[in-house]
């Protein structure tokens, strides 16, 4: 059966999606239509213009996972240099018709965040990684904050889904498929911390506890936006 499955796969040329590896043709192309405007996009869209104005004008960003670009007006109203890194071109393909001539001032490559990323140590101000190692296991994860942390010499922006401290324990940290939605927050600070960071501030985005009308996974999960500055003190001790 699975050499069967092989030969089929091989034959009409399908190659399966890595974890977080989902934004692609109609998805893609529906993915702002089906979020922008509502509460929630806009309450994003703040928080970050909000944890934007730590950094000065004229800063180095780099947006991980770049998708349709919908920071674009944050960073250029901050004068910012504008680079992102996504593994869909089908979204950025999107970005580059929703953003028009906007797109120009940006240098997007595709690439996959999880490899080595193509830039050198210390080069950006900022990071900005929304809705991205939610996906990912914990050690994945790691690796992946690690590594922007090697491209990064001042503070990053990111969003994660934990879990409600009253919601039942999903499974052992290390043990989760994805992160996103079913770790704890001692859990995350723990992975922020292993991977070099510290936290500044945090903002809550939606606590689904507090929404009527949802299934019951939503309501175990609590969205945050947390601002985390590279810590200098652990030396050569990430691994």
């Given at each position: 059966?699975k050499?069967?499955?092989?030969?089929?796969?091989?034959?009409?040329?399908?190659?399966?999606?890595?974890?977080?590896?989902?934004?692609?043709?109609?998805?893609?192309?529906?993915?702002?239509?089906?979020?922008?405007?509502?509460?929630?996009?806009?309450?994003?869209?703040?928080?970050?213009?909000?944890?934007?104005?730590?950094?000065?004008?004229?800063?180095?960003?780099?947006?991980?996972?770049?998708?349709?670009?919908?920071?674009?007006d944050l960073?250029?109203?901050?004068?910012?240099?504008?680079?992102?890194?996504?593994?869909?071109?089908?979204?950025?393909?999107?970005?580059?018709?929703?953003?028009g001539?906007?797109?120009?001032?940006?240098?997007?490559?595709?690439?996959?965040?999880?490899?080595?990323?193509?830039?050198?140590?210390?080069?950006?101000?900022?990071?900005?990684?929304?809705?991205?190692?939610?996906?990912?296991?914990?050690?994945?994860?790691?690796?992946?904050?690690?590594?922007?942390?090697?491209?990064?010499?001042?503070?990053?922006?990111?969003?994660?889904?934990?879990?409600?401290?009253?919601?039942?324990?999903?499974?052992?940290?290390?043990?989760l498929?994805?992160?996103?939605?079913?770790?704890?927050?001692?859990?995350?600070?723990?992975?922020?911390?292993?991977?070099?960071?510290?936290?500044?501030?945090?903002?809550?985005?939606?606590d689904?506890?507090?929404?009527?009308?949802?299934?019951?996974?939503?309501?175990?999960?609590?969205?945050c936006a947390?601002?985390?500055?590279?810590?200098?003190?652990?030396?050569?001790?990430?691994?």
């Open positions: 059966m050499e069967f499955i092989g030969l089929l796969i091989h034959k009409i040329g399908f190659k399966p999606k890595q974890t977080g590896n989902t934004y692609y043709k109609e998805t893609a192309k529906k993915y702002l239509q089906r979020r922008q405007g509502s509460a929630k996009w806009e309450k994003e869209q703040g928080v970050v213009k909000e944890f934007l104005k730590y950094f000065a004008d004229g800063s180095r960003v780099l947006d991980i996972p770049f998708g349709t670009g919908r920071f674009v960073y250029l109203d901050k004068k910012m240099s504008i680079y992102g890194l996504d593994i869909s071109k089908d979204m950025v393909d999107v970005a580059r018709e929703v953003l001539e906007k797109f120009s001032h940006c240098s997007v490559i595709i690439a996959d965040a999880t490899k080595p990323l193509p830039y050198e140590d210390d080069y950006f101000d900022a990071v900005v990684s929304w809705k991205f190692i939610k996906f990912f296991r914990y050690d994945i994860a790691k690796k992946i904050l690690i590594e922007i942390r090697r491209v990064l010499k001042d503070k990053l922006i990111i969003n994660v889904a934990i879990r409600n401290p009253d919601a039942e324990i999903v499974d052992d940290p290390d043990n498929k994805a992160i996103g939605g079913n770790i704890y927050e001692d859990d995350l600070m723990r992975l922020f911390n292993e991977s070099g960071f510290n936290l500044l501030e945090k903002r809550l985005i939606v689904g506890s507090k929404i009527s009308n949802i299934d019951e996974e939503n309501t175990s999960r609590i969205i947390y601002l985390l500055e590279k810590s200098y003190t652990i030396g050569d001790t990430i691994n």
